[in-house]
């Protein structure tokens, strides 16, 4: 991926500009916007933050370390992301994780070597009638299995 | 919307006036919750596009809702004024359905059939309807969630201008606590004497924070999410409401803590607080009445043990979401070290009901009695999010008190593909099993403590005879061993020797010495770990030791898993009578570890077999079986 080289600051700061300055309240918040900017939370997004914020740089590392919605690493193209909570679990989401593990040769919250696909987790996204469900790319896939998989992923190329 | 409103009376008669117009003949609404995954969004967009080329937009309107229950036959439609329930809508019904709704003549094919064949046209006929109370999902059907004038016809905002114009703060309070509404985030605490202690905290310069939980941790279940995507301005109203009652004639301030992985659910009721802002109904003097008040969104960022009360507040100061000790209660020293009031969405969202309707119709639903302690019952309804190995998943709303059963076989229709009931489990991580036998224990908070659950936030997982209890206790300690912010000793390494232990037992390298272990370290987890997700973290755990022993015992004495879920107890063989050597399950087998000639029986080399499962889904003839 190129763009984890040449983060533009300008993005950066139309992304803080959304938000009040030298506010801590704030911080979760733009944690989120930054990252749905640039997919995961650039270095110098973080520095730029901690400033505009006025919080020391490692309180804003502890949270984005912290909480489980947060990237310090360039995430794949595709997402997929399983659901793993307590009615998908026991309709076999298990299964699902493991079998994209293995087929892509990625643990859970890994990005394939071709930066092709990253492979998430997620406790419950309500939509539990329809589990086990696989989320790719923010579109939701119900009753899924390892069988039914193999079609959704066809398109991802390995490596 | 008009201008915004600068006294009760302004709402009162914008509401008239909404009443009085004449509506268009037919509204068809679709929900866009959790049916998006069936592609309730294609629908919604097919629907608009077809109304517009048809150039019948004077005629139909169709409106995107939140959840509407019944999501098991999703994508839902429900065509008002007539309430026709279809289900399984699909992309191709779409003309059908708006020339049924023109000609006023129902759809016959979309309806619902029960086992027996019966078709039932009207929502509130359908069984699985029929036999709920829905009070607060009332709406959820019928109103966009997008639209305040919706909500407003519906007499939404009536109550927040009774209790502003014809109550006095402490009134409201003493209404709460008479009504008996507990907190419906789990703890069920009583919300009149939280309300009452905070507003007593001193503030010395007057701020207190009203709070929404709408955190919504519980790992499978999806209430709060389906009241604010279905109707946020319920739950903004009561927000007010408490607002009033806790903070004023201080300076109140709001907060919702919202989980981001619910991004429907944060982009509506952004824009019902936009349009709650424009109607005058946030910001500066209220409805005339000098309460100022105003509401913030903080996102959570996917940390379950934020929904605590005082992680949840250090989340939203901007840090680690890490749990302090309550010696001082968050009602007096909470957010930003001010007097903070916190409850769940769906506690909000009771609170305009009690105002309009009154304590005693209130109290009227529910258990026991709470005319001189509000502790004495458990009143009004809850919802559940009835899933797991159920026929009927979705969400369900009853009185306090109905039974297990009740719900999951009058409502939820009972196990599905024939099997067998085996559990139920409530209150999330923190709640426990319940087995066959206790199926007539009635919901409500205290009976379940009895029983070694809780309610909860309202998740009910139904297990069949193919869930193994070992595995969920396993689960959900694995889920809280990573969810643990790390704090405490016995919570962060506890949990992760809990977790060790049980994966032992399902490895099939556990004995009766292991059982033992695990039953005195949980001890010790609960004993001696310092918020409520460590001390209840062993619920599940020992729930399902004290129900389902056998099944730890059949896994340490025969090194069996009687659910054959447990990976490294089973084995996967194929029926050579039943095999017709179709080729399939070898074409497919990850491992490449089934060999045979076709059309002949097929045989699996169990040695390099990792057990995904696999040539079992894709076997047509059931020729695979497991061990
Ligand atoms: C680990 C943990 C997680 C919790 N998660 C939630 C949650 O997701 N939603 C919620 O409303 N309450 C949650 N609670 C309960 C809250 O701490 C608090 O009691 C509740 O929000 C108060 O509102 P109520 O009285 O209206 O229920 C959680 C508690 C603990 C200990
Ligand atoms: S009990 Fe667990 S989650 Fe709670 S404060 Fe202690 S370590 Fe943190
Ligand atoms: S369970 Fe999986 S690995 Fe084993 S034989 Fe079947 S398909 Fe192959
Ligand atoms: S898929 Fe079933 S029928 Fe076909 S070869 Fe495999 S076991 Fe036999
Ligand atoms: S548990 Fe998977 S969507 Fe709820
Ligand atoms: S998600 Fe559509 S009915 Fe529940």
Redesign the interface.
Same mark, same amino acid.
């Given at each position: 991926m190129t763009a984890a080289k040449t983060i533009d600051p300008k993005r950066i700061d139309r992304v803080l500009a959304r938000h009040p300055q030298g506010k801590p309240t704030a911080l979760v918040n733009l944690l989120h916007d930054l990252q749905a900017e640039f997919r995961y939370l650039p270095e110098l997004a973080m520095e730029k933050a901690a400033s505009y914020l006025n919080v020391p740089n490692g309180q804003l590392f502890r949270v984005a370390t912290f909480y489980e919605s947060f990237h310090l690493k360039p995430r794949g193209k595709h997402i997929a992301t399983v659901c793993t909570g307590t009615a998908c679990h026991v309709r076999g989401a298990p299964k699902l994780t493991d079998h994209i593990s293995r087929e892509f040769e990625i643990p859970v919250g890994g990005t394939t070597k071709n930066m092709e696909l990253t492979l998430e987790t997620v406790n419950c996204v309500g939509a539990c009638a329809l589990g086990p469900l696989l989320i790719l790319d923010g579109e939701y896939h119900g009753n899924m299995s390892p069988a039914k998989l193999d079609r959704t992923l066809k398109t991802i190329k390995r490596g | 919307m008009t201008s915004p409103f600068k006294n009760a009376a302004e709402l009162e008669k914008h509401q008239k006036q909404l009443q009085g117009q004449k509506q268009l003949p037919s509204t068809i609404a679709v929900c866009t919750?959790?049916c998006?995954?069936?592609g309730a969004n294609r629908l919604v967009d097919a629907f608009t596009k077809a109304v517009k080329s048809r150039k019948i937009g004077d005629q139909v309107r169709i409106i995107a809702t939140g959840?509407q229950g019944f999501?098991?036959r999703?994508p839902l439609v429900v065509v008002h004024p007539q309430e026709w329930f279809y289900e399984k809508v699909d992309g191709k019904d779409i003309n059908d359905i708006l020339d049924s709704a023109l000609k006023g003549k129902v759809l016959k094919r979309l309806l619902h059939k029960d086992a027996k064949g019966k078709t039932y046209q009207k929502e509130s006929e359908v069984p699985f309807y029929r036999n709920q109370k829905r009070l607060l999902l009332a709406q959820n059907s019928r109103i966009d969630p997008c639209s305040i004038d919706d909500y407003l016809r519906a007499g939404g905002y009536a109550a927040l201008a009774k209790a502003l114009t014809k109550m006095a703060p402490e009134e409201v309070i003493e209404q709460i606590t008479a009504s008996g509404l507990r907190g419906r985030g789990g703890g069920g605490f009583p919300a009149g004497v939280k309300w009452k202690s905070c507003r007593a905290a001193a503030s010395k310069n007057g701020v207190r924070y009203i709070i929404c939980n709408a955190d919504e @941790? !519980?790992? /499978?279940?999806?209430m709060d999410?389906?009241l604010i995507e279905g109707n946020p301005h319920s739950v903004i109203e009561g927000m007010i409401i408490g607002a009033w009652a806790v903070g004023h004639p201080g300076k109140p301030q709001g907060f919702v803590y919202i989980r981001?992985?619910?991004p429907l659910a944060v982009e509506r009721l952004g824009i019902a607080l936009e349009q709650a802002r424009a109607a005058g109904l946030l910001g500066k003097n209220i409805l005339g009445s000098g309460l100022n008040f105003d509401i913030?969104?903080?996102?959570?960022?996917?940390?379950?043990v934020c929904g605590e009360s005082t992680a949840l507040m250090a989340?939203?100061? @901007? !840090?680690? /979401?890490r749990p302090r000790a309550k010696h001082i209660h968050t009602v007096e020293v909470g957010l930003n070290g001010k007097p903070s009031n916190l409850n769940n969405v769906e506690t909000w969202a009771n609170v305009p009901l009690i105002i309009d309707h009154g304590v005693k119709w209130f109290t009227k639903i529910g258990t026991g009695d709470v005319s001189d302690n509000p502790w004495g019952g458990s009143k009004g309804t809850k919802i559940f999010?009835l899933?797991?190995?159920v026929k009927n998943?979705?969400l369900v709303e009853v009185p306090m008190g109905a039974t297990l059963r009740e719900i999951i076989y009058d409502i939820g229709g009972g196990i599905r593909d024939g099997k067998k009931f085996k559990a139920v489990?409530t209150g999330?991580p923190s709640g426990g099993c319940l087995p066959e036998s206790k199926l007539d224990v009635p919901v409500d908070f205290d009976t379940l403590v009895q029983e070694g659950s809780m309610m909860g936030s309202g998740?009910m997982?139904v297990?069949d005879e193919d869930?193994c209890m070992v595995d969920?206790a396993k689960?959900?300690v694995g889920?809280l061993k990573f969810e643990s912010c790390g704090n405490c000793t016995s919570c962060r390494d506890g949990l992760i020797r809990l977790h060790e232990l049980l994966e032992d037992i399902t490895t099939g390298r556990g004995s009766e010495a292991t059982i033992q272990l695990i039953e005195d370290l949980a001890e010790t987890v609960r004993a001696s770990s310092l918020c409520a997700l460590g001390t209840s973290a062993v619920n599940p755990l020992q729930s399902t030791l004290r129900y389902f022993r056998d099944e730890y015992l059949a896994h340490v004495q025969d090194q069996r898993c009687p659910a054959k879920v447990c990976k490294e107890l089973i084995t996967f063989t194929i029926d050579a009578k039943k095999c017709n050597g179709c080729t399939l399950c070898a074409k497919?087998c990850?491992q490449d570890t089934i060999e045979g000639k076709k059309k002949k029986p097929y045989t699996i080399i169990q040695d390099n077999c990792?057990k995904?499962?696999?040539c079992m889904?894709?076997c047509q003839q059931d020729a695979v079986i497991v061990q």
């Amino acid at each position: 991926m190129t763009a984890a080289k040449t983060i533009d600051p300008k993005r950066i700061d139309r992304v803080l500009a959304r938000h009040p300055q030298g506010k801590p309240t704030a911080l979760v918040n733009l944690l989120h916007d930054l990252q749905a900017e640039f997919r995961y939370l650039p270095e110098l997004a973080m520095e730029k933050a901690a400033s505009y914020l006025n919080v020391p740089n490692g309180q804003l590392f502890r949270v984005a370390t912290f909480y489980e919605s947060f990237h310090l690493k360039p995430r794949g193209k595709h997402i997929a992301t399983v659901c793993t909570g307590t009615a998908c679990h026991v309709r076999g989401a298990p299964k699902l994780t493991d079998h994209i593990s293995r087929e892509f040769e990625i643990p859970v919250g890994g990005t394939t070597k071709n930066m092709e696909l990253t492979l998430e987790t997620v406790n419950c996204v309500g939509a539990c009638a329809l589990g086990p469900l696989l989320i790719l790319d923010g579109e939701y896939h119900g009753n899924m299995s390892p069988a039914k998989l193999d079609r959704t992923l066809k398109t991802i190329k390995r490596g | 919307m008009t201008s915004p409103f600068k006294n009760a009376a302004e709402l009162e008669k914008h509401q008239k006036q909404l009443q009085g117009q004449k509506q268009l003949p037919s509204t068809i609404a679709v929900c866009t919750s959790g049916c998006v995954a069936y592609g309730a969004n294609r629908l919604v967009d097919a629907f608009t596009k077809a109304v517009k080329s048809r150039k019948i937009g004077d005629q139909v309107r169709i409106i995107a809702t939140g959840c509407q229950g019944f999501c098991e036959r999703g994508p839902l439609v429900v065509v008002h004024p007539q309430e026709w329930f279809y289900e399984k809508v699909d992309g191709k019904d779409i003309n059908d359905i708006l020339d049924s709704a023109l000609k006023g003549k129902v759809l016959k094919r979309l309806l619902h059939k029960d086992a027996k064949g019966k078709t039932y046209q009207k929502e509130s006929e359908v069984p699985f309807y029929r036999n709920q109370k829905r009070l607060l999902l009332a709406q959820n059907s019928r109103i966009d969630p997008c639209s305040i004038d919706d909500y407003l016809r519906a007499g939404g905002y009536a109550a927040l201008a009774k209790a502003l114009t014809k109550m006095a703060p402490e009134e409201v309070i003493e209404q709460i606590t008479a009504s008996g509404l507990r907190g419906r985030g789990g703890g069920g605490f009583p919300a009149g004497v939280k309300w009452k202690s905070c507003r007593a905290a001193a503030s010395k310069n007057g701020v207190r924070y009203i709070i929404c939980n709408a955190d919504e @941790g !519980d790992p /499978g279940a999806f209430m709060d999410r389906a009241l604010i995507e279905g109707n946020p301005h319920s739950v903004i109203e009561g927000m007010i409401i408490g607002a009033w009652a806790v903070g004023h004639p201080g300076k109140p301030q709001g907060f919702v803590y919202i989980r981001n992985e619910y991004p429907l659910a944060v982009e509506r009721l952004g824009i019902a607080l936009e349009q709650a802002r424009a109607a005058g109904l946030l910001g500066k003097n209220i409805l005339g009445s000098g309460l100022n008040f105003d509401i913030q969104v903080n996102r959570g960022g996917g940390a379950f043990v934020c929904g605590e009360s005082t992680a949840l507040m250090a989340s939203i100061e @901007g !840090d680690v /979401g890490r749990p302090r000790a309550k010696h001082i209660h968050t009602v007096e020293v909470g957010l930003n070290g001010k007097p903070s009031n916190l409850n769940n969405v769906e506690t909000w969202a009771n609170v305009p009901l009690i105002i309009d309707h009154g304590v005693k119709w209130f109290t009227k639903i529910g258990t026991g009695d709470v005319s001189d302690n509000p502790w004495g019952g458990s009143k009004g309804t809850k919802i559940f999010a009835l899933v797991g190995k159920v026929k009927n998943t979705g969400l369900v709303e009853v009185p306090m008190g109905a039974t297990l059963r009740e719900i999951i076989y009058d409502i939820g229709g009972g196990i599905r593909d024939g099997k067998k009931f085996k559990a139920v489990q409530t209150g999330g991580p923190s709640g426990g099993c319940l087995p066959e036998s206790k199926l007539d224990v009635p919901v409500d908070f205290d009976t379940l403590v009895q029983e070694g659950s809780m309610m909860g936030s309202g998740g009910m997982i139904v297990m069949d005879e193919d869930t193994c209890m070992v595995d969920v206790a396993k689960y959900f300690v694995g889920f809280l061993k990573f969810e643990s912010c790390g704090n405490c000793t016995s919570c962060r390494d506890g949990l992760i020797r809990l977790h060790e232990l049980l994966e032992d037992i399902t490895t099939g390298r556990g004995s009766e010495a292991t059982i033992q272990l695990i039953e005195d370290l949980a001890e010790t987890v609960r004993a001696s770990s310092l918020c409520a997700l460590g001390t209840s973290a062993v619920n599940p755990l020992q729930s399902t030791l004290r129900y389902f022993r056998d099944e730890y015992l059949a896994h340490v004495q025969d090194q069996r898993c009687p659910a054959k879920v447990c990976k490294e107890l089973i084995t996967f063989t194929i029926d050579a009578k039943k095999c017709n050597g179709c080729t399939l399950c070898a074409k497919r087998c990850p491992q490449d570890t089934i060999e045979g000639k076709k059309k002949k029986p097929y045989t699996i080399i169990q040695d390099n077999c990792i057990k995904c499962g696999i040539c079992m889904d894709v076997c047509q003839q059931d020729a695979v079986i497991v061990q």
